[in-house]
């Protein structure tokens, strides 16, 4: 779906297996910049390279002008097609030093981030060839480029992306989706980061993997649902968590959903935070 002059959205379903043997259904949004060649903000899963490519094809561009992939982060379904891509159109990977050994050694990540069905869903290593800092400029061609945010929380190599002069915000998994199951690492630095997107000025477009476009103005008002969510959980997690994680559950509005190690993971970082200092 092309969302402006240059980006187009892919919406790449997959499924996860539960610790019972429940299917999760799931999705990421990939993005397509296109510029003088094209480039790739973050994979999908593996096999997702089909997709994407028949996109690219039937948007009028050949999939072997893909000259660079950008990984918001390390995640495996960011980057699980990541390797066929490059192996098949020999494109540079791009991506925050923290989140290379991820990228390159996902058997660590398996090891570190244990998530059901992980093999399914990584198509292995990948060299990363370019290694982001924040403040850092990626130049498309002469008028596009893209400005480097490192915005970790989620993960500790998050970045978010600011494509100029269109000013479209690509966030990667950087905000919790509201109403969703909560996945990150450091509560700290998941409003931390929060707060450095909302003081990007003018976002004309927001693009979060895990939701639709957000527009203009409309941005930083999702912005602010963000940092409040994080509060509510915050506030459950203080009030609940001696009672039941399952409480704590129903208290954000998930009542009934598994709670797996990721998600376990994500509450538990609330109980070594003061919320109120930050």
Same mark, same amino acid.
């Given at each position: ?13 997959? =499924? ?28 999908? !899963? ?23 992939? $950008?990984? =918001? &982060? /390390?995640?495996? #379904? ?7 891509? @490059?192996?098949?159109?020999?494109? @540079? !990977? ?5 989140? $290379? ?9 398996? +090891? ?12 292995? /290593?990948? +060299? ?5 800092? #924040? ?12 400005? $480097?945010? &490192? =915005? ?13 002069? #269109? ?47 957000? +527009?203009?103005? #409309? ?19 203080? *009030?609940?968590? /001696? !009672? /039941? ?5 129903? *208290?954000?509005? %998930?009542?009934? !959903?598994?709670?797996?190690? %990721? ?16």
């Amino acid at each position: 779906m092309q969302l402006t002059r240059h980006v187009h959205a892919i919406k790449i379903p997959f =499924t996860l297996m539960g610790n019972s043997g429940e299917r999760i259904e799931r999705y990421v949004h990939s993005y397509l910049i296109y510029s003088r060649d094209v480039c790739l903000v973050d994979c999908g !899963v593996a096999g997702s390279e089909k997709i994407i490519f028949d996109h690219i094809k039937a948007t009028g561009r050949d999939p072997n002008e893909i000259s660079l992939i $950008v990984q =918001t &982060h /390390s995640h495996a #379904d960011h980057t699980g097609s990541t390797p066929a891509i @490059k192996e098949l159109t020999g494109c @540079k !990977v791009a991506a925050h030093r923290e989140a $290379v050994e991820w990228i390159e050694h996902p058997d660590i990540q398996a +090891k570190l981030r244990p998530v059901p069905g992980f093999e399914n869903i990584t198509g292995g /290593s990948v +060299k990363v060839d370019d290694i982001l800092e #924040d403040g850092d400029l990626i130049e498309l061609d002469d008028v596009l480029s893209l400005k $480097v945010m &490192h =915005t970790p929380g989620h993960s500790r190599g998050s970045i978010s992306l600011m494509l100029l002069p #269109d000013n479209v915000l690509f966030t990667g998994d950087a905000l919790p989706l509201v109403g969703d199951i909560p996945i990150y690492e450091d509560v700290e630095q998941v409003l931390s980061s929060l707060r450095r997107i909302k003081d990007v000025d003018n976002i004309e477009t927001l693009l979060s993997s895990w939701d639709d476009p957000v +527009k203009g103005e #409309d941005a930083y008002s999702y912005i602010d649902g963000c940092i409040e969510h994080i509060h509510c959980i915050h506030e459950a997690v203080v *009030e609940f968590s /001696s !009672v /039941s994680w399952e409480k704590v559950m129903d *208290e954000i509005g %998930l009542e009934g !959903v598994a709670i797996n190690p %990721l998600v376990l993971r994500s509450l538990e970082a609330h109980l070594n935070t003061d919320i109120e200092l930050l």
